[in-house]
């Protein structure tokens, strides 16, 4: 879980992260999305919450996250075994769910949309200026409801 609300990556890159892709508290990653288009690379930093998850779990010696068999994930298994554990919880949940989650709190913590665009993988800018202006509106519904208090 702390992979995804920690670095906003898809479900087929989050499978394939190990410790070849991270240095220096950096995670650097080609997401399979873009292979094919822009090539481009998501970097993202491992903060200290992430890094101690990581650090608290088993991991594989080519990959973060390993299946029960201590084998590296296939895309379509993960998904089901997060759903499994999301249903065992009690909560509803997906992976996509999870990278909205954090796109959502980047943005609302004042990221700009290159840098959503950066850190997501996106390559036009459309995505990430959903993510900030649903932000933007947000701040400025809370702040102008304040101003109703002002009323002469």
């Not at 995670?27 to 999305?33: N, Y």
Request: charged share 20%; hydrophobic share 40%.
């Amino acid at each position: 879980m702390d992979l995804f609300l920690y670095t906003g990556l898809r479900r087929s890159d989050v499978v394939r992260v190990g410790p070849q892709q991270i240095a220096d508290n950096v995670l650097s990653i080609q997401p399979v999305k873009t292979q094919r288009s822009s090539g481009d690379v998501v970097t993202v930093r491992i903060l200290p919450a992430l890094a101690e998850s990581i650090a608290k779990t088993t991991t594989g010696d080519k990959t973060l996250l390993i299946s029960g068999w201590g084998k590296p994930f296939a895309v379509k298994g993960f998904g089901n075994c997060f759903g499994d554990r999301c249903d065992e919880a009690g909560v509803p949940g997906s992976a996509h769910g999870l990278r909205k989650a954090a796109a959502t709190r980047c943005a609302e913590n004042g990221a700009t949309a290159n840098e959503l665009m950066a850190m997501f993988g996106w390559t036009t800018l459309q995505e990430a200026e959903w993510y900030t202006r649903a932000a933007e509106r947000r701040k400025l519904g809370l702040s102008g409801s304040d101003r109703l208090s002002q009323i002469p």
